[in-house]
C-alpha cells in the first residue's frame, strides 16, 4: 500500500484585500509541519500542490517544493464569488469581517450551491466535485510509496467525504473542522482507496506548538 499525506495550507490572510498570501503564523505552521515529517523520516517521493500561492509557499516553507508538481483541481471552491452570487453582488459587510458570522454564511451557502440553488455560480458543485476526484486520481497514478500533496479545506472535505462514500453535505461539515497545516492520511493501491486518519497534527502536539493552531 502507498500513503497519499494531504496537507492543508497553513493560514492565510482572513480579512486582507488578497487572501491568498500566507501570514507569518501559517508559515510557522508551514515549517513546523515539515520539520516534523522529517523527524519521522517522512520524505515524500512525489509531491503535487494546486495553484494557490497559499498552497505553493506551504510545500515551500516545509521544504518540499523542489520537485512539485501541480494540478488545478487541488485550487478552494471560490467562496468569494460563491458568496457575490448568493448575495447579488452585495455581500453584507458583518458577513465580511466577523469570522463567526462569515464562516455560519458559507456553510449555509454551500449547502444551496450543493443542491443547486445558487444561481450562476461561477463554478457548479457537481464541475468542483469532478475536478477534486480528476486530482486525486493525478496523485495516485505513481508508482511512488508516499505522495504529499498541499490543498485547501473545501478540497480536503471532499476527498474525505467522497472516500467514506458519505453524503454530499459531509464535505462541508469536514471542511470547517480542518485546522491550518493539518494532516490527512489516506493508502492506496490499484482502484484501492481509503482514509486512514484525519485533520491530525502532531507538529503542534508540545507546548510552545500548541500556539500555531489556528482554522482560518
Given at each position: ?31 513546523a ?42 485550487n ?12 447579488g ?17 458559507l ?7 450543493q ?6 455560480p ?43 462514500h ?31 486518519e ?19
Open positions: 500500500m502507498a500513503e497519499l499525506l494531504v496537507i492543508r495550507h497553513g493560514q492565510a490572510s482572513f480579512g486582507a484585500e488578497n487572501y491568498d498570501v500566507l501570514s507569518d503564523l501559517g508559515r510557522a505552521q508551514a515549517r509541519a515539515g520539520a516534523w515529517l522529517r523527524e519521522m523520516g517522512w520524505e515524500p517521493d512525489r509531491v503535487v500542490t494546486g495553484t494557490l500561492n497559499r498552497q505553493i509557499d506551504t510545500a515551500t516553507e516545509m521544504g518540499f517544493a523542489p520537485s512539485r508538481e501541480e494540478h488545478a483541481g487541488l478552494e471552491y471560490d467562496f468569494g464569488s460563491l458568496l457575490d452570487s448568493r448575495f453582488g452585495e455581500v453584507p459587510d458583518l458577513v465580511k469581517g466577523d469570522r463567526k458570522v462569515h464562516f455560519r454564511t456553510r449555509e451557502t454551500v449547502f444551496a450551491w443542491k443547486d440553488e445558487i444561481e450562476k461561477y463554478e457548479t458543485w457537481a464541475a468542483f466535485a469532478e475536478r477534486v476526484e480528476a486530482a486525486r486520481a493525478f496523485a495516485v497514478d505513481t508508482d511512488a510509496k508516499r505522495v504529499l500533496m498541499v490543498s485547501s479545506g473545501g478540497v480536503i472535505g471532499q476527498l474525505t467525504a467522497a472516500s467514506l458519505a453524503p454530499a453535505q459531509h464535505m462541508m461539515n469536514l471542511n470547517l473542522q480542518i485546522k491550518n497545516a493539518a494532516m490527512t492520511r489516506f493508502m492506496f493501491s490499484g482502484s484501492l482507496f481509503s482514509l486512514n484525519f485533520n491530525a497534527t502532531p507538529h503542534y502536539a508540545t507546548p510552545d506548538g500548541i500556539k500555531l493552531m489556528s482554522y482560518s
